[in-house]
């Protein structure tokens, strides 16, 4: 089965200490991967994506992630935390199906607090 | 580039009335996707179009939901008659089409209130 697991609900960093985000897939196959961004009340921002180039990505606002087919893993870091980066974040994956679709799971989110 | 638009962004009405949300997607974003957010929740997909043709609808309420994308541009999704349970803000989403590896670009979406 085709699954994403963010492997917590919640973190907690002060500010300009780094930032671990994990994020766990089970797949059969070789997925896309992408984090998202999504600040209160506000839509959902792409932070970075993988899409079988290299394996360590970059995104916006200082983030990066890096893909490990044997950890099956896409964490998402930050050297440094700002208090701007206080949101939800999501892992979501897209694996393949048959045809053309390309079936999205999204995580169940991480909420990181930034204390000052 | 001009994004995602969604309207209204607020919506409050009572439980078994109707309302309607639109979206017009990104230029030339020929895959438009509607989510519901639920507070303290991840996005959960309604309905996913081709330009104007259902590609997936298997998680979209449709004794109660609709949604019509009918010149493949931009779409509208309606609730009749709305429950309680469907307070949440309605995400929409577009990308440049199904190929593997093509982000989603999101709307503010519209957040809505049922009393």
Same mark, same amino acid.
């Given at each position: 089965?085709?699954?994403?697991?963010?492997?917590?609900?919640?973190? *907690?960093?002060?500010?300009?200490?780094?930032?671990?985000?994990?994020?766990?897939?089970?797949?059969?196959?070789?997925?896309?991967?992408?984090?998202?961004?999504?600040?209160?009340?506000k839509?959902?921002?792409?932070?970075?994506?993988?899409?079988?180039?290299?394996?360590?990505?970059?995104? +916006?606002?200082?983030?990066?992630?890096?893909?490990?087919?044997?950890?099956?893993?896409?964490?998402l870091?930050?050297? *440094?935390?700002?208090?701007?980066?206080?949101?939800?974040?999501?892992?979501?994956?897209?694996?393949?199906?048959?045809?053309?679709?390309?079936?999205? +799971?999204?995580?169940?989110?991480?909420?990181?607090?930034?204390?000052? | 580039?001009?994004?995602?638009?969604?309207?209204?962004?607020?919506?409050?009405?009572?439980?078994?009335?109707?309302?309607?949300?639109?979206?017009?997607?990104?230029s030339?974003?020929?895959?438009?996707?509607?989510?519901?957010?639920?507070?303290?929740?991840?996005?959960?997909?309604?309905?996913?179009?081709?330009?104007?043709?259902?590609?997936?609808?298997?998680?979209?309420?449709?004794?109660?939901?609709?949604?019509?994308?009918l010149?493949?541009?931009?779409?509208?999704?309606?609730?009749?008659?709305?429950?309680?349970?469907?307070?949440?803000?309605y995400?929409?989403?577009?990308?440049?089409?199904?190929?593997?590896?093509?982000?989603?670009?999101?709307?503010?979406?519209?957040?809505?209130?049922?009393?």
């Amino acid at each position: 089965a085709q699954s994403v697991t963010q492997l917590d609900s919640h973190v *907690s960093v002060s500010e300009g200490t780094p930032v671990l985000l994990r994020c766990n897939y089970s797949s059969s196959y070789s997925p896309s991967l992408f984090w998202y961004v999504q600040h209160p009340n506000k839509g959902l921002q792409l932070l970075l994506k993988y899409t079988s180039a290299a394996t360590l990505v970059k995104g +916006i606002n200082g983030f990066e992630a890096e893909f490990k087919k044997s950890e099956t893993s896409f964490h998402l870091t930050k050297p *440094s935390a700002h208090m701007s980066d206080a949101a939800e974040y999501f892992c979501v994956v897209r694996f393949r199906r048959a045809g053309n679709n390309r079936k999205l +799971i999204w995580g169940l989110g991480t909420s990181l607090a930034v204390n000052p | 580039e001009a994004g995602v638009a969604q309207s209204p962004r607020y919506k409050i009405i009572e439980k078994r009335q109707s309302v309607a949300f639109w979206c017009n997607p990104i230029s030339g974003h020929a895959t438009l996707y509607w989510y519901q957010q639920i507070l303290g929740q991840g996005p959960k997909l309604l309905i996913q179009f081709q330009n104007n043709g259902v590609v997936d609808d298997s998680q979209l309420p449709k004794d109660r939901f609709s949604a019509e994308r009918l010149k493949g541009v931009d779409s509208t999704l309606k609730i009749q008659p709305a429950k309680l349970e469907d307070s949440a803000v309605y995400l929409c989403a577009s990308s440049l089409d199904l190929v593997r590896g093509q982000p989603q670009h999101f709307g503010d979406g519209t957040r809505l209130s049922i009393l």
